[in-house]
């Protein structure tokens, strides 16, 4: 079957460190990446999605310096929080869509839970 | 601006009982639904999509949503819940100009009593 990997599923950090948070597809080729934020409250915001042959997409708010992604091939991602402050914790989940077109269905990991101190 | 809205947050039920969500959209053009499901401390499920053809979809679990564009709507429905049903719904659209990233509804809390 189709699975979305993500890892590490939960992390604390220190206030100004940096983490790396991966993605990987297993079963399907994922024809677009899209990286979520979930807050505290539970709100999805959309940070980033990548497709096949463009480049990636940021949402207002969030911008590559901060979050910066790495897609050697679309079924591996990985995101980084830079420089993360508490205003960052949330869970942080992937989800990749199978097939060409806006139809495919989207395949969400876990999550990585961030939490800042 | 595309929007998704789920007007109940929290909605509390007894085991058998039927439950609906409620999930409204606002865009005119062609939309792509979903609702996924979300237990405590995981990630999201995948129950069920719309994009065209018959407007009752039928998900996993028993779960069907119905799709109206004159209501602008994509409800979630279940005749007969179980307390494994306990969980956090989102309902999501993927707008057919913006992309294939989806639109997440603030969530609807389903709380199953024995």
């Known amino acids: 079957g189709a699975l979305v990997y993500q890892y590490p599923r939960r992390t604390i950090c220190k206030s100004g460190t940096s983490m790396r948070m991966e993605c990987q597809a297993v079963?399907?080729?994922?024809?677009?990446v899209a990286w979520y934020r979930q807050s505290p409250q539970k709100t999805f915001e959309l940070i980033a999605l990548?497709?096949?042959?463009?480049?990636?997409?940021?949402e207002q708010n969030f911008t590559q310096e901060k979050f910066p992604i790495s897609h050697p091939n679309l079924s591996f991602s990985s995101m980084t929080v830079l420089n993360a402050y508490l205003e960052d914790r949330g869970l942080y989940l992937c989800?990749?869509?199978?097939?060409?077109?806006?139809?495919?269905?989207?395949?969400f990991g876990e999550g990585s839970k961030l939490t800042v101190l | 601006t595309q929007t998704v809205s789920q007007s109940d947050a929290h909605v509390t039920v007894f085991e058998g009982d039927s439950v609906e969500l409620r999930c409204n959209y606002s865009?005119?053009?062609?939309?792509?639904l979903s609702w996924y499901i979300q237990h405590h401390g995981r990630g999201l499920q995948f129950l069920l999509k719309?994009?065209?053809?018959?407007?009752v979809v039928q998900g996993v679990n028993g779960f069907e949503a119905e799709f109206s564009k004159s209501d602008s709507s994509f409800h979630l429905r279940k005749a007969s819940v179980h307390w494994s049903d306990s969980a956090v719904y989102f309902c999501?659209?993927?707008?057919?100009?913006?992309?294939?990233?989806?639109?997440f509804g603030t969530g609807t809390t389903v709380s199953v009593s024995p």
């Open positions: 990548s497709t096949v042959n463009s480049a990636i997409k940021y």
């Open positions: 079963g399907f080729q994922a024809t677009s």
């Open positions: 989800g990749a869509r199978d097939e060409t077109g806006v139809t495919g269905q989207l395949y």
């Open positions: 999501a659209a993927s707008m057919n100009q913006g992309g294939r990233a989806l639109i």
């Open positions: 719309y994009y065209s053809g018959n407007p």
């Open positions: 865009y005119g053009g062609s939309i792509y």
